[in-house]
C-alpha cells in the first residue's frame, strides 16, 4: 500500500504568525489526524514549536523536524542535527545590513543561532505582532528582503537565504534546507509525501522542499493561512 506522509509548516500553515494554534483549529486537526502519518517541519527550533504547537499535537506526530529541518526529534529522541558555525564575513555582513537597514522601527535582536542556521531580520525578532505586520507590509513595498536575499546569495554562494515569515531571512549552508524532511520521510518510509506551506515561491523557505516532493511525485499545497490548510485537509481522503 502507497501510504501518505502529510508534513507542515508551522507558522502560517498551521498556527498564525508567531501565535499559538487556536483551540477551534487544535480539535478538527487532531480528529483527522487519527490514523494519518504526520510531521511537522518548521523554520524555528523546537521551543518555539512547543510554543505554538499544543502538546497533544505533537505527540499525535511521527516526528518534528525543527530549525529548517537541522534538527529531527521523533518522540522525545534526537535522531539528527546538523552543526554549522558561520564565518566572520557573513556575521560582519548581516551586522552591516541592519544597521544600513532604512526600516525606522528596528529592536536589537536581529540575529538569532539555530542549530544548522541563522534566522536574520533587520525589523528585531522581539517585535510585537503589529509590529510585525507593520514591517511585512513596508517590506511588500520596499523588498527589502529580496534585496538582502539578492546581494548575499551573490556574496556567499555557498549558502542559500531564504525568506521566511513575516519579518525574516533564513540562512544555511546548501542543502541545510526543509528538503532533509522530506527526503528522510521518503527514504525512511517510502509512500507518497504532501506537504503545506506557505512561503512556497522562489526565494521561500518552503521552496526547497516543495521542488522536492513535487520532483518525486508528491503533492504540494500552498495555503495563506491555517483555516485554508483546514479547508483542503476536509477534502482529503
Known amino acids: 500500500m502507497n501510504r501518505k506522509h502529510y508534513l507542515f509548516d508551522v507558522d502560517g500553515t498551521l498556527t498564525k504568525p508567531m501565535q499559538k494554534m487556536s483551540a477551534p483549529f487544535r480539535d478538527k486537526f487532531l480528529k483527522w489526524m487519527e490514523g494519518r502519518s504526520v510531521f511537522l517541519v518548521a523554520g524555528s527550533n523546537l521551543e518555539k514549536v512547543d510554543e505554538q504547537v499544543p502538546t497533544e499535537v505533537i505527540e499525535n506526530c511521527a516526528g518534528v523536524f525543527c530549525s529548517m529541518a537541522n534538527q529531527f526529534w521523533r518522540g522525545k529522541g534526537l535522531v539528527y542535527e546538523n552543526e554549522w558555525f558561520p564565518a566572520p564575513d557573513l556575521l560582519a555582513s548581516l551586522t552591516d545590513i541592519q544597521e544600513l537597514s532604512s526600516y525606522t522601527n528596528k529592536k536589537e535582536d536581529w540575529m538569532e543561532m539555530r542549530v544548522g542556521m541563522i534566522n536574520f531580520t533587520t525589523a528585531g525578532r522581539s517585535s510585537t505582532r503589529q509590529e510585525r505586520e507593520s514591517y511585512h507590509k513596508w517590506d511588500k513595498e520596499n523588498r527589502e528582503r529580496e534585496s538582502v536575499v539578492e546581494q548575499l546569495s551573490e556574496k556567499f554562494p555557498d549558502l542559500d537565504f531564504r525568506i521566511g515569515g513575516q ?25 507518497t509525501i504532501v506537504y503545506f506551506g506557505d512561503n512556497c515561491g522562489v526565494g521561500g ?18 495555503v495563506k493561512s491555517p483555516d485554508e490548510t483546514l479547508s483542503i485537509l476536509n477534502n482529503e481522503n
Open 167 to 191: 519579518i525574516s531571512i533564513d540562512i544555511q549552508p546548501k542543502g541545510y534546507n526543509k528538503s532533509q524532511a522530506s527526503k528522510w520521510v521518503r527514504e525512511d518510509y517510502g509512500g
Open 205 to 222: 523557505n518552503d521552496y526547497d522542499i516543495c521542488f522536492d516532493v513535487i520532483e518525486n511525485g508528491g503533492i504540494v499545497h500552498e
